[in-house]
């Protein structure tokens, strides 16, 4: 059971703080009555919830599992469809088949979903034929039609993420407690994938040797209840801090603060300052959370950044989810391992090998190169190896959807194509099978290593 927090209590502490990358909303009456509605709605996950998925991540730090963390880069209203729910939770069940099987390592599967509606932008606003109008900052600020209509934030916004984030979260727990999940549809989730794609035949493949193995485990008489749903998580960033807080609660149980919007919450790396209001916000709650570490990011920093989320050194309640770039891995991240783990912190280590490697093609698409995301996570592996430490997951946009994003992969797509299937709100995602192939590497990088 939780219960509401006082947002004006000593663990609002962050409101004195500067919050990067807030909306300016025009009316803020507005603003107070529609999160002194969502302060009164019930929790979107519980306190235990997150408590579990602490645990699972402790697993994590300690070298015991993997983390396969993904989902869109920005999710939106108009898609909170049982068909896109379905499409990217099946891909993330299929990189999981694969991961588990291929590396012989328990997975822990965490979604950017049931709540990834903001967006940090690097610019405030947008410029086209000489107009200006605020940056499209996600479904939950604006919409992202160029008019002054649509560019203005509106709290009534926050009410619909909530209502969205509540659907999409009811709808996953009825795929992965009620049989969609079940190991034995392991083909299943790939029927409507397989003829066409390599990676989806190489799946295929896979999922054959895992009925065998299944069949044979029934037969030997074990048949246990974790093959028959699955254990999964939703995060997002934690960016728009008004609805957060509406979010946090009091946890009965323990009288601790639990942000009950999702199980686990990031900050990114635009609003990770050290005395910033999202740091001072993550600080004040029990959930698992986050921090993305960009190249510049300095070894003190993250000592820092540990010592003010993770004063009791608890392996599972903070990740490092760093983004670094393909060119940029291999020197950045060796001193920030070693001075971490010779702090003596076990943090989870987790490699976002797409927001460093994006860029902007001739044709004016933001798009990444999938041998860049594949080059980052073996720089990733590469370093940890070298270090005697854990590669603790990898975390990624993608969709479940056969769009065109992201270049390469290996039913290739390029630079042309672009334009086919550019459907993301914000950044480029991995489709599909581009999203299996880089599960098949993972393995093979995760059994080499
Ligand atoms: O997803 C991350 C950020 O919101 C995104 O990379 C910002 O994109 P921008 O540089 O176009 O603002
Ligand atoms: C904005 C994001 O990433 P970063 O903070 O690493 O730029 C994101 O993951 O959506």
Redesign the pocket.
Known sequence: MTVNADISTPSATWRDLPAAQQPEYPDQEALRAVTADLASYPPLVFAGECDQLRARLGAVARGEAFLLQGGD?AEAFDQVSADQIRAKLKTLLQMSAVLTYAAAVPVVKVGRIAGQYS??RSKPTERRDGVELPSYRGDSVNSPEFTVEARTPDPERLRRMYHSSAATLNLVRGFTTGGYADLRQVHAWNQDFVRNSASGQRYDALAREIDSALSFMKACGADPAEFHSVEFYASH?ALLLDYEAALTRVDSRTGRLYDVSGHMVWI???TRQLDGAHIEFAAQVRNPVGV?L?PTTSAEEALTLIDRLDPEREPGRLTFIT?MGADRIRDRLPELVEKVTASGAQVVWVC?PM?GNTFEAASGYKTRRFDDVLDEVKGFFEVHKALGTHPGGIHVELTGDDVTECVGGGDEIFVDDLHQRYETACDPRLNRSQSLDLAFLVAEMYRAQ
Do not use: F, I
Request: a positive charge; hydrophobic letters at 0%.
């Open positions: 880069c967006k940090p960033e990114g790396e635009r993305k960009g983004r976002d927001h």
